[in-house]
């Protein structure tokens, strides 16, 4: 059973720092994609980053680009979202999750979600 555990929200002042980290469980996923969402009260939820199972291509939504970094590990068991000069508006809760793609169907699998919170 796949499993997605997020780590490292927190609160935070505005132009800090945050490493959230999203641990995975329960296959090999070296070849699956990754990324992260997040979702603000009375937001939709947004797509911030995410990264292909090679590592070489990332996607950031415009509003993050320049702040946030996308990695992870050689196994893929591990991904991280590095962000850098909070901002307000960046609070939310951050979800975590793994593409696999069967033939021309995409199976997603989520984490819980952690909370970030920045102050101004």
Request: aromatic share 14%; glycine share 12%.
């Amino acid at each position: 059973q796949v499993q997605l555990v997020e780590s490292g929200g927190g609160l935070v002042q505005d132009g800090g720092s945050l490493r959230l980290s999203c641990a995975a469980s329960g296959r090999t996923f070296s070849s699956y994609g990754m990324g992260w969402f997040r979702q603000a009260p009375g937001k939709e939820r947004e797509l911030v980053a995410a990264i292909d199972w090679s590592g070489e291509s990332t996607y950031y939504a415009d509003s993050v680009k320049g702040r946030f970094t996308i990695s992870r590990n050689h196994t893929g068991n591990t991904f991280y979202l590095q962000i850098d000069s909070l901002k307000p508006e960046d609070s939310a809760v951050y979800y975590c999750y793994v593409e696999h793609w069967v033939i021309t169907t995409p199976h997603y699998y989520w984490g819980q979600g952690t909370q970030v919170t920045v102050s101004s």
